[in-house]
């Protein structure tokens, strides 16, 4: 239960008492700030609590939106400013100052040098915002929009304020914000129209966001068995439950910033699902397949890469760029110029297939076709978008004149995933030139792809990897800083997953592609754990757990060596081997970090759905 702490004189006719308890908030008067000082010290420190001027007047939304996010320690809206525990000694301090100031002198305070207040009303809430904005702290004020939260001065201001509430529905703009505000054109048009509905249905019944994701994924689960099945029926149906599965991952969003449910489990498996839910689904239209007698594990797995290398790309252009000093460039220019005619808007957010469209093609194309013109397609359709939108933002970064900070060079650093070898090579290197690292990584992992792609499973390859692992430790032995070195985490990846693919398919021996598979779907997950962890602000996983699966640079290695020195039959099962004990070591690390009370308490928007 938190504590809403009302300050100041009832007012006749005032729902505020039962909004804040409709809020699940426990309601306390107190006439003035010292009374109010004294019932704050008495509400538990492990409760949220909330400071309200009792003359507010606002949408009961405005209210939550401000008092009950969990995301933010402190929060604010015009009259009520509220703490959570961890919090709460800042609160205390602010409070206990404007309390030894005085009402009175805390007035005279506010006033600017020409006599005008600087607040229309002397508001303790307000005042207290003020001091705590003074002391360096962190007050999040969430965008209102046509809401209504103010603090009348008089009467007819209070008339006024009431109107303007009347005159404004409350629950469809609560409806209405629970949908992302930059979404894809096939979520927006064919499914947020009516899974928004769901969530207000979910809401009222209960149900919480992580149990909605729950649904999705075993929903997907489900269409990947479908899929799995080779039967014409069994695709029809799995297209039909991809779909459905979609709806829900929709809701489960727009459920939590409905209820404003947001939990730190609830970030974790809204930031592994969708993968999970992909990747198997790729996994049974290979099953289903093999079934009918077409081998396409290659271009499963191959989806596979291209998509987890797009999103690397995006998640390191992302990091190194949204701190930058002086972040504007000619490219980024015409990119705003394009976004204010409105069909360029919805074309250019469907050609870069998002997770909407994407699911919508796949659905159809299964429901209707076989799976290899399914992966054919979305092969080619990821290809493109994935050029698109990395040669977009190569223009920019040439053309955009940033100075990128330690954070952002610490987070592609943490992106690059580079393990003991590279570490042990980079206190020997002392290459300093920024322009190297994404030549170093771009030509390595190239160079490695082709040699395994034409050597196969040979010395040479063995040798290539060697050079790679050189060239990997020269790109990371300086602060990733330069203007493409965001290249440089995406680079790694290709060259790791791509020779993994190479040297499953140039085997010959059936499974070994379902293995590496199994490989690759492990070490992703482990890359897409670090991106989350980042964006949390929680910093990356520990350097043991990196030097445990060797570093992408040791794991590229040891799987040309294992090719070299093995039968194929045994590389099958080394690949077998090697996927499920990286697979246990990040899982186990992995959920004991998300469900630890460590854990960054945010709920990620992702890509647009």
């Given at each position: 239960m938190s504590t809403a702490i009302v300050t100041g004189q009832p007012v006749p006719g005032s729902s505020l008492e039962n909004d804040l308890r409709s809020l699940g908030f426990d309601v306390r008067v107190a006439a003035d700030a010292a009374e109010s000082e004294t019932l704050l010290a008495a509400v538990p420190a492990g409760r949220r609590v909330a400071l309200v001027d009792a003359r507010f007047v606002g949408h009961p939304h405005a209210l939550r939106l401000g008092l009950t996010d969990p995301r933010f320690p402190l929060a604010a809206v015009p009259g009520a400013v509220t703490?959570?525990?961890?919090?709460?000694?800042?609160?205390?301090?602010?409070?206990?100052?404007?309390?030894?100031?005085?009402?009175?002198?805390?007035?005279?305070?506010?006033?600017?040098?020409?006599?005008?207040?600087?607040?229309?009303?002397?508001?303790?809430?307000?005042?207290?915002?003020?001091?705590?904005?003074?002391?360096?702290?962190?007050?999040?004020?969430?965008?209102?929009?046509?809401?209504?939260?103010?603090?009348?001065?008089?009467?007819?201001?209070?008339?006024?304020?009431?109107?303007?509430?009347?005159?404004?529905?409350?629950?469809?703009?609560?409806?209405?914000s629970a949908v992302k505000s930059r979404d894809g054109f096939f979520t927006t048009y064919f499914i947020s129209p009516y899974s928004r509905y769901i969530a207000r249905w979910c809401a009222r019944r209960g149900l919480t966001p992580n149990q909605v994701t729950t649904a999705s994924l075993l929903t997907a689960l489900i269409a990947a068995g479908c899929a799995a099945t080779g039967t014409r029926g069994g695709f029809v149906a799995a297209g039909v439950l991809l779909i459905a599965s979609f709806v829900l991952d929709c809701t489960d969003g727009q459920l939590a910033r409905y209820a404003l449910k947001y939990s730190t489990l609830g970030a974790w498996l809204d930031a592994t699902f969708d993968r999970a839910k992909e990747y198997a689904y790729y996994a049974g239209l290979a099953l289903g397949?093999?079934?009918?007698?077409?081998?396409?594990?290659?271009?499963?797995?191959?989806?596979?890469?291209?998509?987890?290398?797009?999103?690397?790309?995006?998640?390191?252009?992302?990091?190194?760029?949204?701190?930058?000093?002086?972040?504007?460039?000619?490219?980024?220019?015409?990119?705003?110029?394009?976004?204010?005619?409105?069909?360029?808007?919805?074309?250019?957010?469907?050609?870069?297939?998002?997770?909407?469209?994407?699911?919508?093609?796949?659905?159809?194309?299964?429901?209707?076709?076989?799976?290899?013109?399914?992966?054919?397609?979305?092969?080619?359709?990821?290809?493109?978008?994935a050029t698109y939108t990395t040669a977009g933002r190569v223009l920019r970064s040439l053309t955009r004149k940033a100075r990128r900070t330690d954070r952002a060079a610490q987070a592609l650093a943490d992106l690059a995933d580079s393990g003991p070898l590279a570490e042990l090579l980079g206190r020997g290197l002392r290459v300093k030139a920024h322009a190297l690292a994404p030549l170093s990584a771009g030509f390595g992992g190239a160079l490695l792809v082709v040699v395994a792609g034409v050597w196969g499973a040979s010395w040479q390859t063995v040798a290539a990897a060697g050079l790679y692992v050189v060239l990997a430790a020269e790109a990371v032995d300086h602060p990733l800083k330069g203007a493409l070195d965001w290249l440089v985490p995406p680079f790694f990846r290709a060259a790791e997953y791509g020779t993994v693919l190479i040297l499953a398919a140039e085997s010959g021996v059936n499974g070994t592609l379902p293995a590496a598979f199994g490989l690759v779907a492990a070490?992703?997950?482990?890359?897409?754990?670090?991106?989350?962890?980042?964006?949390?602000?929680?910093?990356?996983?520990?350097?043991?757990?990196?030097?445990?699966?060797?570093?992408?640079?040791?794991?590229?290695?040891?799987?040309?060596?294992?090719?070299?020195?093995?039968?194929?039959?045994?590389?099958?099962?080394?690949?077998?081997?090697?996927?499920?004990?990286?697979?246990?070591?990040?899982?186990?690390?992995?959920?004991?970090?998300?469900?630890?009370?460590?854990?960054?308490a945010v709920h990620d928007e992702g890509e647009p759905a």
């Open positions: 703490a959570q525990p961890a919090a709460r000694q800042a609160l205390t301090r602010a409070v206990a100052r404007e309390t030894s100031a005085g009402d009175a002198a805390a007035a005279d305070g506010a006033r600017e040098a020409g006599g005008a207040p600087a607040v229309a009303v002397d508001s303790l809430a307000d005042r207290v915002v003020t001091a705590l904005d003074a002391d360096g702290e962190a007050v999040h004020r969430p965008e209102l929009g046509s809401l209504v939260a103010v603090v009348p001065a008089d009467p007819q201001a209070r008339n006024e304020a009431r109107q303007a509430v009347a005159a404004v529905d409350d629950e469809a703009i609560r409806l209405k397949a093999a079934r009918g007698g077409d081998d396409v594990w290659a271009l499963a797995l191959g989806a596979m890469i291209l998509q987890t290398c797009r999103h690397v790309v995006d998640f390191s252009f992302n990091e190194a760029n949204h701190d930058a000093t002086a972040n504007t460039s000619p490219t980024a220019t015409l990119s705003d110029k394009l976004d204010s005619v409105g069909w360029t808007v919805w074309l250019r957010r469907m050609i870069v297939l998002p997770i909407g469209e994407r699911w919508a093609l796949i659905a159809v194309l299964t429901a209707a076709t076989t799976p290899r013109i399914t992966f054919t397609v979305l092969l080619i359709g990821c290809a493109f978008a070490v992703a997950y482990h890359h897409y754990d670090t991106v989350y962890r980042i964006r949390g602000n929680a910093g990356a996983p520990p350097a043991w757990l990196v030097r445990a699966i060797g570093g992408h640079e040791g794991r590229t290695l040891l799987v040309t060596v294992l090719a070299v020195l093995l039968t194929a039959a045994q590389f099958k099962v080394a690949l077998t081997v090697l996927a499920v004990a990286v697979a246990l070591v990040v899982l186990v690390e992995s959920i004991r970090f998300w469900v630890s009370a460590g854990a960054p």
